[in-house]
């Protein structure tokens, strides 16, 4: 639903619940400089969820949901697993697939909505556990890479199946022994997002989601590359705190723990040259307009 | 000897079966259809009238194409389901409680909805239990949102259901009604008042 459709009839207003007269008065919808300091001054577009207790996921849909910058327009695509029970949700058109075939799915909705809606802009963004994106989905999350379709493709990981039980995946660490792989990993973590530079992805980034400040730059940078260029990747540590055997409020220290310099999530990207422009392109013109605002408050202080 | 099914207020069973497959057949145009049975308009008009105004607890639900203003004819329908709904509490007696709950979208809630204030399509029966709503009518919902509710209501409820419907009408409603406009809504609520104080509230 397009932004100036997001409003309720006044005759009606009075009788919806209080979560859907907050959503139209008091989220974020249409302001280009959204993100994640809004969390907690405003309505978030994720109401109450259904995963775990202190569940690392919950806080990456958070984060990411307050960085989208164009939310009233951007449509997500998800796949079976954990991030498939937050869907219901959240403000934010979406499309459940069948699992592992995300990618295939966004790239007809965007070739689709382009067609559809020339002088718009309207973003894609698959988001899908690591069994969809890395096991059962790595041919169409390949191939959509391989023929450059502009959408961001995140990547949930918490290095098993966690919503059945803790089955092995291909992100999942060598040697980690889960509920259900008792003898443990035999080969390394696929090392995906070298794989994405290699397929042809035009920013790529591997961190965790402790520090919101960092999403919203890399979920920014994905989409507005994705948007001009080409696609972008985000795999982003997610652990599943109860098939790691952590208590709930311990799902942050092991982030924290993940991404030091020496471990696997320590931050790395990679950006190609036409999005090193972009990037450098789009800070200028946030500088401007920034140079431009301070200008206008020192004018109107005078 | 073939028996004519009739789709009546339950509670017929868990699973009910779908009117169209008991042979119900949607009204035509200038029709509509009062337990299966195949009515011109006035009629169905006269008779959703009369149960609003018997009913204890007469109640409208509106859907996410009248509940949200996305463009100007579900604008104007939201003012005449206000205004049918004003109507109907003028014309009924003190004993009676006219709701208007509405139905924003159809995710399933958790960990429960709140049934005082909204009605979901996957458990519609608990906002009729709740309240104890006897006659209710859908209005701006999705056919197939609006076809599962109104066959859990008449599988686990004794509620009366009336389809005000856009489209081409719900045969799983008790009553319905096609091709809805804001007219015809105005219509149904000058019915309301034409029959009011003609029709004792039930005591059932």
Not at chain 1, 129 to 134: E, K, L, M
Not at chain 2, 31 to 43: A, K, L, M, S
Not at chain 2, 58 to 66: E, R
Request: charged share 25%; glycine share 6%; with cysteine.
């Amino acid at each position: 639903m397009s932004l100036e459709r997001i409003k309720i009839a006044p005759e009606m207003f009075d009788i919806m619940p209080p979560e859907y007269q907050d959503l139209v008065q008091k989220a974020t919808y249409g302001n280009e400089s959204r993100g994640w300091k809004d969390i907690g001054t405003s309505k978030e577009l994720i109401e109450e969820h259904s995963l775990c207790a202190g569940c690392p996921e919950s806080m990456a849909f958070r984060y990411i949901l307050a960085s989208l910058p164009n939310p009233e327009d951007t449509v997500m695509v998800g796949s079976t697993g954990c991030t498939s029970l937050v869907f219901p949700h959240v403000g934010i058109h979406n499309i459940h697939s069948l699992f592992g075939n995300q990618n295939a799915i966004a790239s007809g909705l965007k070739r689709a909505l382009t067609v559809r809606f020339p002088g718009r802009v309207k973003d894609v963004v698959v988001l899908a556990g690591d069994g969809a994106t890395v096991d059962i989905g790595l041919d169409m999350t390949l191939q959509a890479w391989f023929r450059q379709e502009k959408f961001t493709t995140i990547c949930f990981d918490n290095e098993l199946y966690a919503n059945t039980g803790g089955q092995e995946s291909g992100l999942m660490q060598k040697g980690f022994v889960a509920k259900m792989a008792p003898i443990g990993k035999h080969f390394e973590k696929v090392r995906l997002p070298e794989i994405a530079r290699e397929s042809g992805c035009h920013y790529v980034v591997n961190c965790t989601v402790s520090k919101p400040n960092l999403i919203e730059k890399v979920v920014k940078n994905a989409i507005y590359i994705a948007r001009e260029i080409g696609p972008t990747y985000l795999q982003l540590y997610t652990p599943c705190i109860l098939e790691i055997g952590k208590n709930s409020m311990e799902g942050l220290q092991e982030m924290r723990d993940a991404e030091k310099p020496t471990e696997r999530f320590a931050y790395r990207e990679y950006i190609s040259e036409p999005a090193k422009e972009l990037i450098a392109e789009m800070t200028a013109k946030e500088k401007e307009r920034k140079a431009a605002l301070k200008k206008q408050l020192a004018g109107q202080n005078a | 000897m073939t028996v004519q099914y009739k789709v009546l207020p339950g509670p017929e069973h868990y699973l009910p079966p779908s009117a169209a497959s008991m042979g119900i057949r949607l009204p035509d145009p200038g029709q509509g259809h009062i337990n299966g049975r195949i009515v011109p308009e006035e009629e169905a008009m006269e008779a959703a009238a009369r149960q609003f105004l018997m009913a204890k607890v007469p109640t409208i639900f509106p859907g996410p194409l009248v509940l949200w203003a996305w463009n100007e004819k579900a604008a104007k329908k939201a003012t005449a389901i206000r205004h049918l709904y004003e109507t109907i509490k003028e014309c009924i007696t003190p004993s009676q409680k006219p709701m208007l709950i509405p139905m924003p979208d159809y995710r399933p809630k958790y960990p429960k909805i709140d049934p005082e204030v909204e009605i979901n399509p996957n458990h519609p029966n608990l906002t009729i239990w709740h309240n104890k709503i006897d006659a209710c009518m859908f209005v701006g919902v999705h056919c197939h949102q609006a076809n599962l509710s109104l066959k859990i209501i008449r599988g686990g409820t004794n509620c009366y259901t009336i389809a005000m419907c856009a489209q081409a009408g719900h045969e799983d409603a008790m009553l319905s009604f096609r091709d809805a406009t804001a007219d015809k809504i105005m219509r149904l609520a000058e019915w309301v008042r034409k029959l009011k104080g003609s029709v004792q509230p039930s005591e059932n």
